[in-house]
């Protein structure tokens, strides 16, 4: 069965400042791998999602994230994160020819510092 | 833009009673999910439908049952609450496919006292 983890719970990033935000897999095959983004009150979001081609897949709101399957990884990036962008991130795995349920990390909760 | 919506924002029950939780999505996707949502423990899937009248058990699927008896429609039943089911309640519905994405509604926040 497939799995992911983010290693962080919790990260704090000043306005302005890169963010870089963590998410290892495990699966056997080549995985479908989502990021997606929950501001408080709301449900989740889609952010961006890799399932072959281009490593580095390009998203919503200025967010990038690269597969790198040799590290099982598959982390979110944005080069200057805004106010806005605090909120909850799940990455989340897909299996092939299985079931069509995702398998979410626990979460990684972003507090931006003015 | 794709709707989801789901019945209650907040619901409070007591301990025994038969709780619905009811999603509907306008998109005619054939996939629709219940997850859970806990503090520290991410989304858990508690069943999914990939057509009418169809179902399968996610990771938790115990003390919950589901219905779908139109494409559009998907409910999530606890047949006896009980305070361990007190959570955030996540419906989602996609298109066939796990590279599709799950499109969500607001949650249920639901107490069972």
């Known amino acids: 069965a497939q799995s992911v983890t983010q290693p962080d719970i919790h990260i704090t990033v000043s306005e302005g400042a890169s963010l870089e935000l963590r998410c290892n897999y495990s699966y056997g095959a080549t995985p479908y791998l989502f990021w997606y983004v929950q501001s408080p009150g709301q449900g989740l979001q889609l952010l961006l999602k890799?399932?072959?081609?281009?490593?580095l897949v390009q998203g919503i709101k200025g967010f990038e994230a690269e597969f790198k399957r040799s590290q099982s990884s598959f982390n979110l990036r944005k080069p200057s994160v805004h106010w806005s962008d605090a909120a909850e991130y799940f990455c989340?795995?897909?299996?092939?020819?299985?079931?069509?349920?995702?398998?979410f990390g626990k979460g990684t909760h972003l507090i931006i510092q003015p | 833009d794709v709707k989801v919506t789901q019945s209650s924002r907040y619901l409070v029950k007591r301990t025994g009673e038969k709780v619905f939780l009811e999603c509907v999505q306008d998109?005619?996707?054939?996939?629709m999910f219940w997850y859970r949502q806990d503090p520290g423990l991410g989304l858990r899937l508690i069943y999914f439908?990939?057509?009418?009248?169809?179902?399968e058990k996610g990771d938790i699927p115990e003390g919950y049952s589901v219905s779908r008896e139109k494409k559009e429609r998907f409910s999530l039943i606890l047949e006896s609450a009980s305070t361990n089911q007190t959570s955030m309640y996540l419906c989602?519905?996609?298109?066939?496919?796990?590279?599709?994405?799950?499109?969500f509604g607001p949650g249920t926040r639901l107490t069972v006292l």
């Open positions: 890799y399932f072959s081609g281009d490593t």
């Open positions: 439908s990939y057509d009418v009248k169809m179902k």
């Open positions: 989340a795995v897909g299996a092939q020819g299985g079931a069509d349920g995702l398998t």
């Open positions: 989602a519905s996609s298109f066939r496919g796990p590279y599709n994405e799950q499109f």
């Open positions: 998109m005619d996707h054939e996939n």
